[in-house]
């Protein structure tokens, strides 16, 4: 969780997995499902965390929570093009390689 850890803390100050976590009444793991399936829906077509939510069964408040407690939208954004955007940016490998894509 280092990594997703030290890129939450570019995006979102003094934001790590384990007091998001506290913060919002889940397990880190959870909370680390939820950011990878936030950073995937961001792109996408269609309501982000509805479908970040969908993909990880975490109810849509906790997956709201997250996005409020890392800066809303534009902190989404900016994990966006920090994690790559569809490979294009400096950590696209990296992202890859965290989120178990090939």
Do not use: C
């Not at 506290?22 to 961001?42: C, D, W």
């Not at 969908?54 to 994690?83: V, Y």
């Amino acid at each position: 969780m280092s990594m997703l850890d030290a890129i939450l803390g570019q995006v979102a100050g003094n934001v790590d997995v384990a007091n998001l976590a506290a913060k919002v009444g889940l397990s880190p793991e959870h909370v680390e499902m939820a950011i990878q399936a936030l950073a995937k829906f961001h792109p996408m077509e269609g309501d982000t965390a509805e479908g970040a939510a969908a993909e990880t069964g975490l109810p849509l408040d906790k997956i709201q929570e997250i996005i409020t407690h890392i800066g809303g939208e534009g902190a989404l954004n900016r994990f966006a093009e920090m994690l790559g955007g569809g490979g294009a940016g400096a950590l696209g490998g990296l992202a890859s390689g965290l989120f178990g894509k090939k």
